[in-house]
């Protein structure tokens, strides 16, 4: 029986996202633990961390609540090195700007280096350099790699890259910044939008993609962001992108990697309950969410 530990990280960093704060606890009440078990997981529930409720956005026009991302980063980090490095770690958001304290966290207890298979519609790949809105939450994984700006000197994340780009594939995107775009493709990411997959297939992308993060890396998390799925099965999200690939597509591309024995991580993020009234989606996620753990 595989153990793994639950923690809710409900961290969002624009005041109009507080919806994704609900997240964890929907969907706990649509019976997530339960649903881990049946796939025979056995769980440790480390419950949601809190954090303070950003109600209006502060800080500079092109790092908007800087402040706040990293004092609830430092939580992340924090409830994220609690976890045990003998369980799967499983972190439900809140939005991808949890990565920073979820990968610091887990760092402190593992060796060796870490990969990631992110699959988003977005990049997630900004700076504040070339942001065209200021939201971190759209520039987490460059910022997990060490580009842009440390959100705090303090914290962890800004004592140098938490990944190598190298070790990051990111499947499913459709909705690229030019700027991003152009620097996501000069780095040495492994970049494979939502049109190539459609074309190659998943799965196929999936074993690739898995064979390349378990010949660079010791150990692996899987980041999935919930607008990575098509709208017309995932209209819960804040950022709906058309033309995604689906629910079936985000289990068979993670399949390798569950494979590799690598895959000490899963994130899942973006699911807003307030957008999501008779909870339809929360239900899919619930079922989406354990048979990737499971
Ligand atoms: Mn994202």
Known sequence: MISASLVGFPIYTLARLQGLALSPPALRGLGLVKALEGEGLKITDMGDIKLQKL???????????????AKGTERIRRAAGQASERELAILVGGECSLVMGSLSGMKSRRRGRAGILWMDAHGDFNTPETTPSGFIGGMCLALACGRGRPLSQETEEGRGPLLGEDAVVHLGSRALDRLEELAMKESEITLVSAKELRKGGAADYGRRAARLLSDRCDWCVLHIDLDVIDPGEMPAVNFLEPNGISTEDVLLAARGLKETGKLKAVEFTSYDPLRDANRSCGRRVVKLLSRLSG
Do not use: L, Q, V
Request: glycine share 6%.
């Open 55 to 69: 109600s209006k956005d502060s800080g500079p026009k092109k790092f908007r609540n800087s402040t706040y991302a």
